[in-house]
């Protein structure tokens, strides 16, 4: 099994950052790839951001492409999203998930970080 702590979460202004730390442990050799989701008060959970554990291919949600960066420390078992010029609308609990090999969907999930953008 593979745990997931995510932390870094806080209270930010508008056009503020933050950086999204998820720190993977247990049977973290079964990883292929690491992803960012995040849930608002009401609203459905949706994907934010991924990176293939060996390859480091990247993928994006549009709204945060220009603004959020998805990196990886393999020795660390860790994944980051830098997000940068955060609007109210990033507001929501940002949990991290593992898409294990020879798996299709994202298996193991964190607790989850509250981040709050105000305008």
């Known amino acids: 099994q593979v745990q997931l702590v995510e932390s870094g979460g806080g209270l930010v202004q508008a056009g503020g950052s933050l950086r999204l730390s998820c720190v993977a442990s247990?049977?973290?050799?079964?990883?292929?790839?690491m992803g960012w989701f995040r849930q608002a008060p009401g609203k459905e959970r949706e994907f934010v951001a991924a990176?293939?554990?060996?390859?480091?291919?990247?993928y994006y949600r549009n709204s945060v492409k220009d603004r959020f960066t998805i990196s990886r420390d393999n020795a660390k078992n860790t994944v980051y999203l830098q997000m940068n010029s955060l609007k109210p609308e990033d507001t929501a609990v940002y949990y991290c998930?593992?898409?294990?090999?020879?798996?299709?969907?994202?298996?193991?999930w964190g607790q989850g970080t509250q981040v709050t953008v105000s305008s």
């Open positions: 998930a593992d898409q294990k090999r020879g798996e299709a969907d994202f298996g193991s």
């Open positions: 247990g049977r973290t050799d079964s990883i292929y790839t």
């Open positions: 990176i293939t554990w060996s390859g480091g291919d990247i």
